[in-house]
């Protein structure tokens, strides 16, 4: 069950980040309260999935879920530059995701 409260605290990861450019530099009330409400989400479904799971592989698993989910809407939603190089990059870090999970026995 942990591995699924970690995919799930990453994809809250990546809704605190966006939710971080929405806000408006934490001005504007209800992006701001979403964003809060999603840190703390993430943070809580984090500290449950490191019960079963090894702190190094969970944080690393966790940041990488975020940055890949982050950077791929950031590319959709904000038109950031969507190279080759960038998406590679990013690929780079989902090969990373899943060799974590590999070699740590995940289902």
Known sequence: ????????AGCFEIAWAIGLAY???LSRPVPTLATG????????????AVEELPIGTAYAVWTGIGAV???S????LFDEPATLARIG??????VGIVGL???SGGP
């Open 101 to 103: 999970h590999l070699v």
């Open 73 to 76: 809407l950031g590319i959709v």
């Open 37 to 48: 409400l999603a840190m703390l989400v993430s943070v809580v479904l984090l500290a449950r």
């Open 23 to 25: 806000s408006d530099d």
């Open 1 to 8: 069950m942990s591995w699924p409260l970690l995919f799930v």
């Open 89 to 94: 990059f990013i690929g780079l870090i989902v």
């Open 69 to 71: 989910g982050t950077a």
